[in-house]
């Protein structure tokens, strides 16, 4: 999409620029952590000493629907998260003709400039300290740029990574990767397949944006940055996203409201994950096998799709068994659905499965 022509035509119609997404811009570190943890402690894991290294319009909450996938969380961006339309800015929450590219004068992020051995700017990083109970910890993202399609593989490649250091982890590494690899989420790694990447862009983790909601041309399915940890130590974490060779085209990394969670195979006093209170499934992200905690003292049934809703799996599980393990081993890596249904009642939700 060449954005280029469509500029004047959207300053002359701001009015046309709408979308479903309300974001509200500068908060403070500690309430965007604990918003993506929820009250800490309900969900595993406690959060302190929050830092937000970032200029104040380029870091937000934002609500509302979308085909994000995500409908309530934080943003960290490395331009505008938020419209302007008297200074003729767009942010995240607008239409995929608009041109979100703001120049906002911040340093880049020295580990970022690293990663892509380039020069970064605009950088806007959130890290505190956490504490989980189990022995992971697992959080729900998005990234999305409007360097997408046109810059795919070349260097202008704006970069993110998730940092966790700690236990276990004696030097920065980088937990936002490819589902079931050590490849890192990227415009490279993740995009429609035009330009020459290699190895070729995994396309079916990709959404090219014709949807009027979000400002980006194109955006990841929600992943999961997880990690391996232990119980009760101190770990730190550091969200950071940031411009890569020039100031300008937006990029944009969506965390998911309450989804920085810490638990084991088995789940103790943990929050449930879904509408259908009394049902757990841990983990999110896993190579070989799930485990459903029933509580309901009630019968479920489950189903296991693919994302083209292809059922792979159905099994009854009784109230007399509270715990069900499901084997993923076999599968291949990609994004699953488990529903799962109380027979007796009709209730119902769906769970995102990452292998």
Do not use: W
Request: a negative charge; one cysteine or more; hydrophobic letters at 40%.
């Amino acid at each position: 999409m060449n954005k280029i022509y469509f500029i004047g035509f959207c300053l002359l119609f701001p009015l046309m620029a709408k979308s479903q997404l309300t974001i509200t811009p500068n908060k403070t570190a500690t309430y965007l952590a604990n918003k993506l943890v929820a009250t800490s402690g309900t969900l595993g894991v406690t959060v302190s000493n929050a830092v937000l290294t970032c200029d104040s319009n380029a870091n937000g909450e934002f609500t509302g629907s979308s085909n994000l996938g995500i409908g309530d969380g934080i943003v960290l961006g490395s331009g505008d998260v938020a419209t302007n339309m008297s200074l003729s800015t767009f942010g995240l929450d607008g239409l995929p003709a608009d041109f979100a590219s703001s120049v906002l004068g911040m340093p880049g992020d020295a580990q970022l400039s690293a990663i892509v051995s380039i020069s970064t700017y605009d950088a806007c990083v959130l890290e505190f300290d956490l504490q989980p109970v189990g022995s992971f910890i697992e959080f729900e993202y998005v990234f999305g740029s409007e360097e997408y399609p046109e810059f795919n593989c070349l260097f202008f490649n704006d970069v993110f990574s998730f940092f966790i250091t700690g236990p276990g982890f004696t030097t920065p590494t980088n937990i936002a990767l490819l589902p079931g690899t050590s490849t890192p989420v990227s415009i490279n790694t993740v995009n429609d397949g035009t330009g020459s990447c290699s190895p070729p862009a995994n396309t079916a983790l990709y959404v090219n944006n014709t949807d009027t909601t979000n400002t980006m041309d194109g955006f990841t399915l929600p992943l999961i940055a997880t990690a391996t940890v232990t119980p009760g130590s101190l770990y730190h974490l550091k969200l950071a996203i940031a411009d890569a060779s020039d100031m300008i085209l937006n990029s944009y990394v969506i965390l998911k409201a309450n989804s920085l969670k810490s638990g084991g195979s088995i789940p103790s006093g943990m929050q449930a994950l879904n509408t259908l209170q009394g049902v757990n499934i841990y983990p999110s992200q896993n190579n070989s096998v799930f485990v459903i905690e029933n509580k309901l003292n009630q019968d479920l049934q489950i189903a296991i799709t693919d994302m083209n809703g292809r059922t792979l799996l159905k099994r009854q599980m009784s109230k007399s068994s509270p715990l069900e393990y499901i084997n993923f081993s076999n599968f291949d890596t990609g994004m699953y659905f488990a529903k799962i249904v109380n027979v007796e009642t009709g209730a119902s939700f769906t769970q995102k499965i990452i292998k």
